[in-house]
């Protein structure tokens, strides 16, 4: 996987992961001129944000809260699972094109 195709998906994660937040998506021309470690940091903040927030509704829920409604967490666990897998796709991508890098002869 070449770092344009790594840096596309990584463009595509972060535009879903706006989408769900409601905020604005980044290009992929924004991601191809940002440094690597900080879109991978930022898209693990992502991740972790919207489980803590899966969490804090589902929590909410549990405990009886009226302004909570089933849908919402439903909604908010659903989009925490897909941010993971995706993030855990785009690791495996990662480990293989570094595994197949350090297979190749200098």
């Known amino acids: 996987m070449s770092s344009v195709e790594i840096n596309q998906v990584l463009a595509q994660m972060r535009a879903m992961s706006a989408a769900a937040a409601g905020d604005k998506p980044a290009s992929v021309d924004d991601a191809a001129g940002a440094d690597f470690g900080e879109l991978m940091k930022q898209s693990l ?15 909410a829920f549990e405990s009886g809260d009226q302004s909570v409604e089933l849908p919402e967490v439903m909604i908010a666990l659903q989009k925490a699972s897909i941010s993971f897998q995706a993030m855990s796709q785009v690791r495996n991508k990662l480990l293989s094109a570094y595994q197949e890098v350090m297979n190749m002869q200098v």
């Open 45 to 59: 903040q992502q991740v972790n944000e919207a489980q803590a927030e899966g969490r804090r509704l589902a929590d």
